[in-house]
């Protein structure tokens, strides 16, 4: 399978705990997004790599999260002392390139946090 | 900032039936305009795409046009299927920027 893999696809933590989600794009893409999507709402961005760069934050990305992309393969994304509105599905994409380009989706990460 | 604004659902239409999803987009300058569908259990799925204005995408039947005097991208398709059940997400990229800004999505039945 060459798409956009997600790993875990459902993670239950406790408040407070901390959350590492992995994410392997297609393997030629040099663009990575991450995105998290609440219930009834679109995806909302929350940082990007252009190979092992981080080029952009968002400001709902708070100091608890961090993101990594090291040797521009692969990406991390860590929560740190989790909260309940942290809960949503945290989604990966990759691109060949840059605006205009077709993002190609994973199936996300489903956090819940108790 | 940049901002997508979608119809809201839900959609029931009967099959065979038009369908007209509104999109409108507030951005600076001339962004690039998406529409994106997740059907049911599936992660999303570029529907279509277009890039400058008056240009017009379509793929499967569906079809929309960029707006720029209206700043609209509203989806279309003349006669809907059952398998077109989804939710369909409107989105916007700034030129030179990678990043995705999406509508709240619209949720589609089409009954046979």
């Known amino acids: 399978d060459t798409g956009v893999s997600q790993d875990p696809r459902h993670k239950i933590t406790k408040r407070g705990q901390n959350v590492t989600f992995r994410c392997d794009p297609i393997s030629e893409h040099n663009r990575l997004y991450w995105y998290r999507q609440t219930l009834g709402q679109g995806p909302e961005f929350l940082t990007y790599f252009q190979n092992e760069a981080q080029l952009e934050k968002s400001r709902l990305l708070s100091d608890r999260f961090s993101a990594e992309r090291p040797k521009g393969s692969f990406s991390t994304l860590e929560i740190q002392r989790t909260e309940q509105g942290d809960s949503a599905m945290y989604l990966c994409?990759?691109?060949?390139?840059?605006?205009?380009?077709?993002?190609?989706f994973g199936p996300g990460t489903r956090l819940t946090v108790l | 900032g940049d901002s997508v604004t979608q119809m809201e659902g839900p959609v029931t239409l009967s099959e065979e039936a038009f369908l007209t999803i509104n999109c409108t987009y507030t951005a600076t300058g001339y962004p690039s305009l998406f529409w994106y569908v997740q059907y049911p259990g599936e992660g999303l799925q570029l529907l279509l795409k277009a890039t400058k204005a008056d240009d017009k995408g379509s793929n499967k039947g569906f079809e929309a046009t960029y707006r720029k005097e209206t700043t609209s991208f509203h989806l279309e398709k003349g006669s809907v299927q059952v398998s077109d059940s989804a939710v369909y997400f409107c989105a916007l990229s700034r030129r030179g920027e990678g990043q995705l800004t999406f509508g709240s999505g619209t949720q589609l039945t089409v009954l046979p």
């Open positions: 994409a990759s691109s060949l390139g840059s605006g205009g380009d077709e993002q190609f």
